[in-house]
């Protein structure tokens, strides 16, 4: 399957409509492959008729959304930032949360500190918030989990799941999964301690980045952390956070 410029250039327009997402020059192979899945999963034949056909179908929208949407984590990635949260963070948000490792990873490193707070979990891929309601993950995505924390917060599998580990239940219910698209979603109405909006800025040009930094900063308490990945950066971004330390913003008066 073969996918011309001009119809590389209306899915481009389309996915950049719909969640911001740049999808440049560099990325048609993906596009083609992840395009191939989707023709053979909804059987249709044709690359313009699975162009109407999301064009005029919101559900395989939403599931062409999932396809496209890039989703690499595991445990306790880039954990010098948990090492910010305190008890007087009651509310956090994971604001692209994929599959469920950063919340969970957040609520584990709280409950070790002694407190329990409130994680909204967010993401536009309702594949992966249901994989994060489910818990259940491959073995190898907690390479970077201590053996204790392992023990501690997680179960092994057994015979078919002889592989994987399952988050507990103690964890489980400290996160509330929510699909939410950072591009034009409505905030929540609450307030949080700190944002995570970690290793989803790459993937928006300067536009959206500022768009989406606004729209987090409004729901973001005074003095509340806001945290990108450590491979990003809000230079030449308007924003109106406090520089703390590399990808480690706050918010203040």
């Known amino acids: 399957m073969n996918i011309s410029t001009v119809q590389f250039k209306r899915f481009s327009d389309l996915v950049y409509h719909e969640c911001g997402i740049n999808l440049h020059a560099g ?41 496209i949407s890039t989703n690499h984590t595991y445990f306790f990635r880039e954990s010098q930032h948990l090492e910010q949260l305190h008890e007087g963070h009651n509310h956090i948000w994971c604001a692209a949360s994929s599959s469920g490792e950063e919340p969970y990873s957040v609520a584990i490193s709280c409950l070790e500190k002694g407190f329990r707070p409130t994680i909204l979990a967010t993401d536009i891929s309702t594949h992966v918030l249901h994989l994060g309601q489910m818990g259940i993950y491959p073995i190898e995505r907690a390479k970077h989990v201590p053996p204790h924390i392992l023990r501690k917060y997680f179960q092994k599998g057994q015979g078919k799941y002889e592989n994987y580990i399952r988050v507990k239940d103690a964890v489980k219910q400290m996160v509330m999964f929510q699909r939410y698209n950072l591009l034009n979603g409505s905030p929540p109405r609450q307030e949080f301690d700190v944002i995570f909006c970690r290793n989803v800025l790459i993937y928006f040009d300067n ?22 990945g450590g491979a990003e950066s809000l230079n030449n971004i308007p924003h109106r956070l406090k520089y703390i330390r590399p990808s480690i913003y706050r918010k203040i008066s």
Not at 36 to 55: A, F, Q, V
Not at 207 to 227: P, T
């Open 27 to 67: 990325k048609k192979q993906l596009l083609q492959t992840r395009l191939s899945k989707c023709l053979r999963r909804t059987g249709i034949s044709s690359i313009n008729e699975y162009l109407k056909t999301i064009e005029s179908d919101a559900e395989e929208l939403l599931h062409f959304l999932d396809a």
């Open 207 to 228: 536009d959206i980045k500022a768009k989406v930094i606004g729209s987090l900063y409004k729901v973001l308490k005074l003095e509340g952390l806001f945290i990108i």
